[in-house]
């Protein structure tokens, strides 16, 4: 099977555990990434989830790799907000290095947010996200097709100028 955001959606949640757990933190990435939900894996459920997450909530990160922190994209509109501060540091899952995007002194509405990644697939990250110390849901951040998320607007945007011929797809 070859990984992509979608076939992580079809793992179960044991399956992504231990793939987590298999790979390694990878480079600390750079520039704009797709993100996929991943809720209740495994099941039609997960596909749902991540389109809806998508239409109206979040669609990706942004990495800065000289400021050492990445934005999220949010709302229908993809909006860069919802800082983090970017660095490798022991995971609270496994105790292995992974990447740490920490939200605790650069957000007030994330401040009980911590986020850790590794790579599983050349430009493929499978996050986890910590809630307090509450393992909660996982991601997927792709970097190799970053505009395969973009929130509502951009697709009805899209959707608009292809009825009128001006590159849509």
Not at 19 to 47: K, M, Q
Not at 74 to 82: P, R
Not at 115 to 142: H, M, S, W
Request: overall charge negative; glycine content about 10%.
């Amino acid at each position: 099977m070859s990984l992509s955001s979608e076939a992580l959606l079809d793992l179960s949640q044991s399956e992504l555990d231990d793939l987590f757990r298999a790979s390694n933190a990878g480079p600390i990435p750079a520039g704009e990434a797709a993100g996929t939900v991943i809720v209740h894996p495994g099941t039609i459920l997960a596909d749902i989830a991540a389109e809806a997450a998508e239409a109206v909530a979040w669609q990706g990160k942004v990495f800065d790799p000289e400021t050492k922190t990445l934005k999220n994209k949010v709302t229908a509109a993809g909006v860069q907000e919802v800082q983090a501060a970017v660095d490798f540091g022991e995971s609270w899952f496994d105790h292995k290095t992974c990447i740490v995007l920490d939200y605790s002194k650069t957000s007030t509405v994330a401040r009980a947010v911590r986020d850790e990644i590794r790579q599983v697939a050349p430009g493929l990250y499978l996050g986890i996200v910590f809630i307090g110390e509450k393992k909660t849901i996982n991601f997927a951040l792709d970097f190799n097709h970053p505009e395969a998320r973009q929130g509502l607007f951009a697709r009805v945007l899209s959707g608009i100028q292809g009825l009128f011929g001006r590159g849509g797809k």
